[in-house]
């Protein structure tokens, strides 16, 4: 897969990617308990695809349980919905955010980065390594490095890994790190 790249902006209704602010509506009713939503992004392989990821709502928990297969984040695959109104089930610290449609070119600050391979805050291999034994690749990441001024870091000015099966195409939160 070639590289791609998308950049977080201000908010912009006629968007469908963006970070925070409350879930899409097609998901809020199924949002696990004690997850909140963090962001819905354009699948980069389903032109009618979203992707949305949620994250525990417990600091403790999320960084205690940041490697798969026990990771605090999840990922739902489902078609475009707008914004519902489920405030319970949003991060209210993290305000809301547009991301851009993807692209070739990279910013200065990375933001989202799909393809190629993963820039690695800590190049540690027992973040991946049982990942890969079980057929999933690195698929794209959302690197805190590149939000816009202002916003809150949900996951310490770190980044978070999402990988896809090989078989079953499934996109998973692998983990996440932070500096």
Not at 56 to 70: A, V
Not at 88 to 117: A, H, N, R
Not at 133 to 157: A, K, N, P, S, T
Request: charged letters at 30%; a negative charge.
């Amino acid at each position: 897969m070639k590289e791609l790249f998308a950049n977080c902006l201000p908010y912009n209704s006629d968007l469908k990617a963006r970070m925070g602010g409350n879930p899409p509506e097609i998901i809020e009713d199924v949002i696990p308990e004690n997850y909140n939503f963090y962001a819905v992004l354009n699948h980069p392989d389903k032109r009618d695809m979203m992707l949305s990821v949620l994250i525990y709502d417990n600091f403790d928990i999320l960084l205690d349980k940041n490697i798969y297969p026990e990771i605090a984040v999840k990922v739902l695959e489902h078609k475009y919905s707008e914004m519902g109104t489920r405030a319970d089930k949003s991060i209210p610290s993290l305000e809301v955010s547009s991301i851009s449609d993807y692209s070739e070119t990279e910013s200065e600050f990375l933001f989202i980065k799909v393809g190629g391979e993963p820039r690695l805050i800590q190049p540690k291999k027992y973040f991946y390594e049982k990942l890969e034994e079980e057929d999933y690749f690195f698929f794209m990441q959302i690197e805190e490095e590149g939000y816009r001024d202002g916003l809150d870091y949900v996951f310490m000015y770190g980044a978070l890994y999402l990988y896809k099966h090989k078989v079953t195409n499934e996109v998973i939160a692998g983990f996440w790190q932070y500096s």
